[in-house]
């Protein structure tokens, strides 16, 4: 649950030597626990790390469905070629053929392939 910011003045001694004193806002949770160290941020480097954690999310949705059709052409690779032994054990005049459902170079990045 979230609960209504509550407002909170912060003095400190700014860079040139005077005091300021600044209103923040901070969420009633962390008001319980008084003894835990506490780090200011500003909006902007909030809005930035949300815009980093968006493409990192992206990265991995990508990279998770590039694992799964991987691993799905595998199987179904490994399928092909369980099939064709068995038919070649049970008939001897079946002839094998080449059939390449996964592509190693679809799956591998330019670090990969060196």
């Given at each position: 649950?979230?609960?209504?910011?509550e407002?909170?003045?912060?003095?400190?001694?700014?860079d040139?030597?005077?005091q300021?004193?600044?209103?923040?806002?901070?969420?009633?949770?962390?008001?319980?626990?008084?003894?835990?160290?506490?780090?200011?941020?500003?909006v902007?480097?909030v809005?930035?790390?949300?815009?980093?954690?968006?493409?990192?999310?992206?990265?991995?949705?990508?990279?998770?469905?590039?694992?799964?059709?991987?691993?799905?052409?595998?199987y179904?690779?490994?399928r092909?070629?369980?099939?064709?032994?068995?038919?070649?054990?049970t008939?001897?005049?079946?002839?094998?053929?080449?059939?390449?459902?996964?592509?190693?170079?679809?799956?591998?990045?330019?670090?990969?392939?060196?």
């Amino acid at each position: 649950d979230f609960k209504e910011l509550e407002p909170m003045q912060v003095a400190y001694i700014s860079d040139d030597g005077s005091q300021r004193l600044d209103t923040v806002f901070a969420d009633p949770h962390f008001f319980e626990n008084n003894d835990s160290p506490r780090c200011l941020v500003s909006v902007d480097a909030v809005k930035a790390m949300r815009r980093a954690i968006t493409v990192l999310s992206r990265k991995i949705d990508n990279t998770s469905a590039t694992l799964r059709q991987c691993r799905t052409d595998y199987y179904k690779q490994i399928r092909l070629m369980q099939q064709q032994l068995y038919y070649q054990d049970t008939n001897p005049e079946f002839a094998t053929r080449e059939v390449h459902v996964f592509q190693v170079e679809q799956y591998t990045d330019k670090d990969t392939r060196r």
